[in-house]
Nanobody, 123 residues
């Protein structure tokens, strides 16, 4: 099991940037893919981005070209750099650790989740 703590959320104007961080502990961080998901009230949790242990990255179409996922294995931390933010990016963002070494956008393939951090984009 791995423990995850997100930080970096907040209020930002449309067109602005934020960087989310997710600190992991309790398991060999570097061996597993990490993902970012987001959720708004009344909707299912939505895939945003994932990065494998070998730094292969995969993004949702809605964020491709605007968001960048990265990881620092020495710090057991994964990041999500969010640029050109839009109103529709407003959500609670969750960090997650995959249950195996695969590239996946499916919520069910992630076994550990952080508590979430709120991102609000205003006009």
């Amino acid at each position: 099991q791995v423990q995850l703590v997100e930080s970096g959320g907040g209020l930002v104007q449309a067109g602005g940037s934020l960087r989310l961080s997710c600190a992991a502990s309790g398991r060999t961080f570097s061996n597993y893919p990490m993902g970012w998901f987001r959720q708004t009230p009344g909707k299912e949790r939505e895939f945003v981005a994932t990065i494998t242990s070998s730094n292969i990255k995969y993004y949702a179409d809605s964020v491709k070209g605007r968001f960048t996922i990265s990881r620092d294995n020495a710090k057991n931390t994964v990041y999500l750099q969010m640029n050109s933010l839009k109103l529709e990016d407003t959500a609670v963002y969750y960090c997650a650790a995959a249950t195996g070494d695969y590239l996946s956008r499916e919520v069910t393939n992630y076994g550990s989740w952080g508590q979430g951090t709120q991102v609000t984009v205003s006009s």
